[in-house]
């Protein structure tokens, strides 16, 4: 029995020896779940950009211009890869890129004034990082240009510069001259992409409702499903009895300095698409009355940029003074809204930047497109990039 029970042992033991996998075994499975988890986590090639920026082959230079990006709804870092690698090739030693990412994923959800709070303050922390910096711009898809306008109310600041004036008798006088300053640093371009500045409330501005009065009068009732981003877009916030926030956004407040702010940047940019961006209308990413469209049919495509359609050089409107944003708040009315909203925010130089892509494979994506959200399947946006890079000013 004992010799039965040892020959027993020994055939298990052996059988376990047989299935127990080998050293090459354990090292190839390791290998492959390394592998497995490199593709399964994120990987924010903005923040490597960051480092890349700075690499012209001279040690001793460093960028100064940073440049930093904004997603959109539900987006993140990596919505700008493509856009920050084609900067970082342009501008080797001038520009840093950096990918926000406080505001990624379903924290777009916490509405407009959170969230540029959230990028104010990682805007500050990347200034930090980088003392050789002097200057500031900003890139917004979508509600990320909603985002960055607040942000830069929140960071921005006048500065007082003191500078020697000679008077005929040869004496110098000093005069105290007022600069804003957006982080501490010169702000030189703000440009958007297919950003909802007049909101998403009615009167065409959401192209997939296809104009129709019912389905966008349902679409600002159910806009609580996309949180305070949600009301916010849609007009229908009035926290503390105040005015829906875009609106507040379209003139200085005594906390934030919203036009100043914008104003303080050299030149401003707004690329809208013409045709087949579902999310965004034409009027509200160009920042024109519905009446100040250019006719389609007078479009013409660049030779250089084929889906660039249509320029307009950077100009300003001086619109009367309108009935005070409480009363207009208090009608409601999507129209009188809409109108403030103009009339404040076309106060400034806009530059506007018509694209489309009409007879293009990638048409129905053109709200992922006009940025090449991702490069596989919006390659066709690249054009668009390089104009605003080619028209970047550093």
């Known amino acids: 029995m004992e010799n039965s029970k040892r020959v027993e042992d020994s055939v298990k033991q052996a059988k376990e020896m047989e299935n127990k996998p080998s050293n090459r075994e354990i090292m190839k499975k ?6 497995l988890s490199y593709y399964l986590i994120p990987r924010f090639a903005c923040m490597r950009l960051d480092m890349e920026a700075g690499c012209s082959g001279r040690r001793d230079h460093s960028p100064t ?72 711009s900003f890139l917004g898809h979508s509600l990320g240009g909603l985002i960055a306008r607040y942000a830069v109310a929140v960071l921005y600041q006048q500065n007082v510069m003191q500078t020697n ?6 004496e110098c006088v000093g005069e105290e001259k007022r600069r804003g300053v957006v982080a501490g640093l010169e702000p030189v371009n703000f440009i ?32 609580f499903l996309l949180g305070r981003t949600g009301r916010h877009l849609f007009l229908s916030d009035s926290d503390d009895g105040k005015a829906p926030i875009l609106l507040r956004m379209s003139s200085d407040s005594e906390d934030l300095k919203f036009i100043s702010a914008l104003q303080s940047f050299k030149r401003r940019a707004a690329y809208a698409n013409v045709r087949f961006d579902n999310i965004v209308g034409w009027s509200s990413s160009s920042l024109r009355r519905l009446s100040e469209l250019p006719k389609r049919r007078s479009l013409e495509r660049n030779a250089k940029y084929p889906h660039i359609v249509n320029e307009e050089k950077a100009s300003a409107v001086s619109s009367p003074q309108g ?4 009363i207009k708040a208090a009608r409601g009315r999507t129209r009188d809204m809409e109108e403030t909203m103009i009339r404040g925010l076309t106060r400034l130089n806009w530059e506007r930047v018509d694209v489309s892509f ?12 006009i940025q090449v959200k991702t490069q596989c399947i919006n390659s066709e946006g690249a054009d668009v990039i390089q104009h605003m890079i080619d028209n970047f000013v550093l």
Request: charged share 15%.
């Open 192 to 223: 958007t992409f297919a950003t909802p500045h007049l909101g998403s409330r009615g009167h065409k501005q959401v192209p997939v409702f296809c104009g129709v009065y019912t389905m966008e009068r349902l679409a600002t009732r159910a806009s």
């Open 65 to 136: 211009h940073l440049v930093v990006t904004v997603n959109g709804i539900i987006g993140s870092a990596q919505n700008w890869r493509y856009a920050a690698k084609q900067f970082v090739k342009a501008y080797p030693d001038d520009v840093l890129v950096h990918c926000s990412q406080s505001n990624t994923s379903m924290l777009t959800f916490d509405g407009v004034d959170v969230m540029g709070k959230r990028l104010a303050d990682e805007v500050v922390s990347v200034v930090s990082l980088h003392p050789n910096l002097q200057k500031i």
């Open 165 to 170: 004036i000679e008077q005929s008798g040869g």
């Open 358 to 369: 009409t007879g293009s494979m990638q048409w129905l994506l053109a709200h992922s497109t």
């Open 30 to 35: 390791k290998q492959q779940k390394k592998k």
């Open 323 to 326: 009935v005070p944003l409480e």
